[in-house]
């Protein structure tokens, strides 16, 4: 969903990435401080019950994987480097938020049913990642699948900012039970996708 607005967003995060590229601040760091600033609000609210300004701090701290992608497409700067340590991060500050909210769930929110169900969507996203990543060193594509990375951030976000400021926790509910579904169907596509093409042709 976010890469479909990135056009738009890069126009609105512009004026922030020249400024940091002029203070001499490098898209790696800020890569690194957005990890952090996403871990942090995720780990140090959500597990208090503080879930709208969880997703606030996080939402604030996202937008810097637009940021350090733009940063070092003006600086001539994009590397694979750049490109290895900004997906590595991404996976710790996804992992950082559904381990927030497994945290709730352990303590304010009390419900087994629900923090068990926020584990299977942390460990099936982390899947659906490294399935696609395994596919592409082995050769293959693996670029298919109902809920890709940035999809499941936003719903995730949305829904439990809005759920806490309506007072409806039913809307987070319902969208971890939306989210694991479609990260097991999306780690099935991609080991289906997969085993077709290594058994093409023979």
């Known amino acids: 969903m976010m890469e479909r607005f990135r056009a738009f967003w890069t126009k609105v995060i512009s004026p922030v990435a020249h400024l ?23 780990l140090i609210f959500f597990p208090q019950g503080m879930l709208l300004t969880g997703v606030l701090v996080i939402t604030a701290f996202v937008f810097s994987d637009l940021v350090d992608g733009h940063m ?17 991060l991404d996976r710790i500050g996804d992992g950082a ?56 951030l936003v719903a995730i976000l949305v829904m439990t900012g809005l759920g806490a400021l309506l ?22 596509q991609r080991v289906w996708v997969v085993r077709q093409q290594a058994y093409a042709g023979t």
């Open 20 to 42: 940091l590229i002029r203070l001499g601040v490098s898209a790696d760091a800020v890569t690194v401080v957005g990890t952090l600033g996403v871990s942090a609000g995720a």
């Open 72 to 88: 070092a497409r003006l600086t001539g700067k994009t590397n694979k480097f750049g490109a290895f340590l900004d997906s590595t």
């Open 97 to 152: 938020i559904f381990a927030g909210l497994a945290l709730y769930f352990a303590g304010p929110g009390d419900s087994d049913l629900y923090l068990v169900l926020t584990l299977v969507c942390l460990v099936m996203g982390g899947v659906t990642s490294y399935a696609r990543s395994k596919a592409e060193g082995l050769g293959f594509t693996a670029k298919v699948g109902i809920a890709e990375r940035a999809d499941r």
């Open 167 to 188: 007072g409806l926790p039913v809307l987070m509910h319902l969208t971890l039970w939306a989210l694991a579904l479609a990260s097991t169907v999306t780690v099935v």
